[in-house]
């Protein structure tokens, strides 16, 4: 069936340019919360493109966003199901799950994202959440880790690490990051009320006292 969003005589490549205006519409209405007009572009998007998976991630954003779960998780779903490898499809059903406190779906979820994706910044921040409500840091560690060696200056990505690594008892590599840290932001309270707790830990172990 036609619509009026794909004439049958329009050109190819004046879809291709048509459906990009209309995802990054979509985007632009959803940064500034106005969701009723970025569903209306997604959707339209939708129709010009239905086997792109992007219009179906914006679409779980916005239902996300305004905290309907299960319809998000189905608009996540799709996304997932046209490109397979849509890593924002996965972070987007990770959200869905550390929302609904099932940490282990989320888990697995986040690191289907970065492993297509390793610089997924919301992923990496999402499985660094999950990991302290489960308490299993080296997974999350290894990718954090992979994500600072291509952006070594992020300073809440080295937070994230060096709070791991003091949970993970590597308390000398948690010195040193909060200390790097505390060059760039030496008025970083939480760096450096961190890094007290960790070079107390340090004294303790030489003195052999367990803390």
């Known amino acids: 069936m036609e619509t009026k969003n794909r004439p049958a005589d329009m050109p190819e490549h004046a879809l291709t340019q048509h459906y990009e205006v209309l995802k990054e519409l979509g985007d632009c209405y959803t940064s500034l919360a106005e969701y ?29 966003q ?10 996540f779903k799709v996304a997932k199901r046209l490109d397979p490898k849509c890593s924002r499809a996965f972070c987007g059903l990770a959200m869905v799950h550390q929302q609904r406190t099932n940490y282990s779906q989320a888990l697995e979820f986040y690191l289907n994202c970065l492993e297509l994706d390793s610089e997924n910044l919301t992923a990496l921040l999402g499985l660094f959440q999950t990991s302290i409500q489960m308490g299993s840091f080296s997974k999350v560690i290894h990718y954090l880790e992979l994500y600072l060696n291509s952006h070594p200056a992020d300073l809440a990505v080295m937070f994230c690490l060096a709070t791991l690594y003091d949970r993970d008892r590597r308390l000398d590599d948690a010195r040193k990051l909060l200390l790097d840290i505390l060059v760039f932001t030496p008025e970083n309270t939480d760096a ?5 707790e960790v070079e107390h830990k340090l004294a303790s172990s030489l003195n052999g006292v367990n803390v």
Do not use: C, H, T, W
């Open 36 to 64: 009723s007009r970025a569903k209306e572009q997604y959707e339209q998007a939708a129709q010009i493109a239905p086997d792109e998976a992007m219009p179906y991630v914006g679409l779980g954003v916005i239902e996300f």
């Open 192 to 196: 450096a009320n961190l890094l007290e």
């Open 66 to 75: 305004q905290g309907k779960l299960d319809d998000a998780e189905l608009a």
